[in-house]
């Protein structure tokens, strides 16, 4: 969607408008902000100073995107839209489902070290507020947890591995619990191939926000941007994730998020039960999977029998046949499947109620 107005030029300006509009992104273009709908009117512009442009930034002192191999990081806001896309006139996901955004807040874990043979990544999101392209949906405020796990085997056969979905907060009307599916995408690579898109990422220039969203501070960053991605990196180097981490991420379409607190190391260290925390200690009752701790709901070998004591799996787990990564995924954001199909039911309850 060509940006017409310089509000719509902050909220979206990848790095392909040159060729497709002639249009120059600036350090302070496409940057985002808060937003819960599609329209520009559903936005709020996060005041952005510029501070130099590219051709004023040696290569030397511009601090380059990074992701550390194993971390545990604050989700200190952001906005998130189920539906991401680079255009929303063109939605992958059924309406009204793909135009739900959220505003979330929670934790991101990784431990994705090239040398290890289990791959995982967990993030925990709380939507404080859930609309629908802009209008409220009433007592929706979910908290969910997604597990990632894949095998070196499953990696190098291209099998996802499992992604285990925990619910809470739903209404009563929303099947919730524990479920478990084929990773839509496996867990990203973002040592090598993702470390490698990040390395090849435009230099837009560096930047002052008065007020960094959220954290209500004033910061000076970095801009990378790669087509509708963009990146933001601290340059203060008194900040522990200097150089290694971002501060903050933006998207049109696709999430944006702050990030604070930083901790570089194995996630288990301070949180021996992240990669198992949630997952019931007690079976189901009733429904197809009763006597099961969580759903099996593709009927996979390796969703079979999830439990705190199962999982994750071992790094030798066998390769059951089932779902292909398709595309590479951005991790900063929950998949959010679960929690679409939920909503989805919801909806369509609240629709039947309104015509009945």
């Not at 309406?95 to 979330?104: L, N, S, T, V």
């Not at 995982?120 to 999101?125: A, E, I, M, V």
């Not at 908290?143 to 979905?165: D, L, Y």
């Not at 379409?253 to 992240?274: C, F, L, S």
Request: charged share 20%; proline share 10%.
């Amino acid at each position: 969607v060509k940006p017409e107005t310089q509000r719509a030029k902050q909220r979206r300006c990848y790095t392909n408008y040159k060729e497709l509009y002639g249009i120059d992104c600036g350090p302070c273009d496409g940057i985002a902000g808060p937003y819960w709908g599609d329209s520009d009117k559903d936005f709020t512009p996060t005041e952005c100073v510029v501070v130099s442009q590219p051709h004023e930034v040696a290569e030397s002192e511009r601090v380059a995107p990074k992701l550390p191999p194993q971390f545990s990081v604050d989700v200190v806001g952001g906005s998130d839209r189920f539906g991401r896309t680079t255009n929303p006139v063109h939605d992958q996901l059924p309406g009204p489902i793909a135009k739900i955004y959220g505003q979330i807040s929670g934790k991101w874990f990784m431990d994705v070290r090239p040398e290890s043979d289990l791959w995982l990544l967990r993030h925990d999101t709380t939507y404080a507020s859930v609309t629908e392209d802009g209008i409220p949906i009433p007592f929706v405020a979910p908290h969910v947890s997604e597990i990632h796990a894949q095998t070196t085997a499953q990696r190098k056969a291209n099998i996802t591995g499992p992604m285990v979905s925990l619910i809470e907060g739903l209404p009563h009307q929303i099947p919730g619990g524990c479920t478990c599916i084929p990773d839509p995408v496996g867990v990203p690579d973002t040592q090598a191939s993702w470390a490698k898109g990040l390395g090849g990422m435009q230099y837009m220039g560096r930047i002052r926000l008065p007020e960094l969203e959220y954290l209500k501070t004033p910061i000076e960053l970095d801009h990378w941007a790669s087509w509708f991605f963009h990146i933001f990196m601290d340059t203060n180097t008194s900040v522990p994730h200097y150089g290694k981490a971002p501060s903050r991420l933006a998207s049109a379409y696709a999430g944006t998020a702050v990030y604070n607190n930083w901790i570089m190391e194995d996630p288990k260290i301070r949180d021996p039960e992240v990669w198992h925390r949630g997952i019931p200690t007690q079976p189901m009752s009733v429904g197809p999977d009763r006597g099961q701790y969580c759903m099996n709901a593709k009927k996979v070998p390796f969703c079979a029998n999830i439990s705190q004591a199962t999982y994750p799996p071992r790094a030798d787990a066998g390769l059951p046949a089932t779902g292909h990564a398709a595309e590479p995924r951005l991790p900063f954001f929950p998949h959010g499947q679960h929690l679409q199909e939920s909503l989805a039911n919801y909806l369509g309850e609240k629709a039947k109620a309104i015509v009945v």
